[in-house]
């Protein structure tokens, strides 16, 4: 059907005389208004009915309620393109695929707004199913008994990951805000990125293996505070309670390890052991300038560390004889390593078939957000980066579907 046909079409659809949305009595016919409209076929305009409720003054157009294009001149299958496209590349681009493609014409201030109305709707979903989760452990907590039978257990491994990445700012988002500038202002802030994942199996070599198909990420410009909530809230969704072993997995920074402590108690907390080895691969370049020597301290110390010997490694470093000046820095580092030393037993944790790198997470900074957040020249208002940030989550976890929100 063509365009001008499908117009046609909409406009001769019959409308019975509605029931007024406010006070529920009958409404009475007031004229025909046409309402110009953006298709996946393109623009044109149709009419429907508009109606006056007599008795409490409430306007009421119910043919644009029937096609979810009240308030808004585009069609649902038009916000769905616009959405998944500007989910990958900029607005502009968008707009012009759109033009290109299927000779639509949206501009890329449209489409930057359709797609922030989505991710600000899946910021809405997101709180509502937040506060209903936190009702009903409040109503479960309340009425315990022993006749609860605890969930089966039926995923072996649930993985937890987090992780910062800054976005480039506006000026107006990081006013009087500290950062990494030479002056000691900031240009980015930083958004906080989740990514849950699950593991069945271990591969020939007896390293484990992501479930396909099996990652969600989640992530907000937002306190620790509230990235810990939304990181409960997303666990227990992805049924947590089945799991047999839960694993925090991250880069040893401390907001993380606070969220990790409060919300999931119960889980083996691991330092990403690429992390791990950076501080020590830094430390010895700093000590020792002699390749050979390295190449020694090297095998010895990182040898130590993937043993998860962080007593034995900690003691081999106090052992050095290191210059004054750098004995100040050699105990910080003795106390990152002796902090962390419980989640540091990597040859523990590889014996029980986990992973110890936080690669997912790491990658998914990158995808998730670095690749359409953090291009060159783009600068984002704080609302815009959460709700494009939702957008790409949806977009690329197993378990959501950008179409439902759009
Ligand atoms: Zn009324």
Avoid at 162 to 169: E, H, K, L, R
Avoid at 299 to 315: C, F, N, S
Avoid at 346 to 361: D, E, H, P, R, W
Wanted: net charge neutral.
């Amino acid at each position: 059907m063509g365009n001008r046909a499908c117009m046609a079409f909409l406009s001769a659809l019959s409308e019975a005389p509605p029931l007024c949305p406010a006070c529920g009595q009958p409404m009475s016919f007031l004229e025909r208004r046409s309402k110009t409209l953006t298709t996946l076929m393109g623009t044109d305009s149709f009419s429907r009915s508009y109606y006056l409720c007599e008795a409490c003054g409430q306007h009421h157009m119910p043919k644009d309620h029937l096609l979810g294009v009240h308030h808004t001149a585009f069609s649902p299958g038009v916000r769905r393109a616009v959405t998944i496209l500007s989910s990958a590349g900029s607005f502009e681009w968008t707009s012009d695929v759109l033009a290109d493609v299927a000779d639509i014409s949206v501009s890329a201030k449209e489409c930057q707004r359709i797609a922030e109305q989505t991710g600000e709707k899946l910021i809405c979903e997101f709180e509502a199913r937040k506060n209903e989760l936190w009702s009903s452990v409040i109503s479960a907590q309340s009425n315990l008994n022993d006749s609860v039978c605890p969930p089966e257990k039926t995923i072996p491994a649930f993985y937890i990951e987090a992780d910062g990445t800054g976005i480039p700012m506006m000026k107006r988002e990081t006013a009087g805000r500290t950062g990494k500038q030479e002056d000691g202002s900031a240009k980015t802030r930083e958004a906080k990125l989740g990514c849950i994942f699950t593991q069945t199996k271990a591969d020939e070599k007896g390293d484990p293996v992501r479930d396909p198909k099996s990652t969600s990420y989640f992530g907000a410009i937002e306190t620790a505070e509230l990235f810990g909530e939304r990181v409960y809230v997303q666990a227990i969704e992805r049924g947590m309670q089945r799991a047999n072993r839960v694993v925090f997995l991250a880069d040893g920074a401390k907001w993380l390890w606070n969220i990790a402590d409060l919300h999931f108690p119960q889980a083996i907390q691991i330092v990403d052991l690429y992390h791990a080895s950076e501080h020590i691969h830094t430390l010895i370049r700093k000590l020792c300038s002699i390749p050979d020597q390295i190449a020694e301290l090297t095998d010895d110390w990182i040898g130590a560390l993937k043993q998860g010997d962080i007593e034995v490694l900690t003691a081999k470093i106090e052992a050095y004889p290191a210059p004054d000046h750098l004995q100040d820095e050699v105990k910080r580092e003795i106390n990152y390593l002796l902090e962390n030393k419980e989640r540091m037993r990597y040859a523990k944790f590889k014996s029980q078939c986990l992973f110890v790198g936080s690669g997912v997470i790491e990658a998914g900074c990158k995808t998730v957000i670095g690749k359409r957040l953090k291009n060159s020249g783009m600068f984002w208002s704080l609302r815009g980066a959460n709700s494009m940030i939702a957008v790409r989550c949806a977009d690329l976890s197993c378990n959501m579907d950008i179409m439902g929100a759009a």
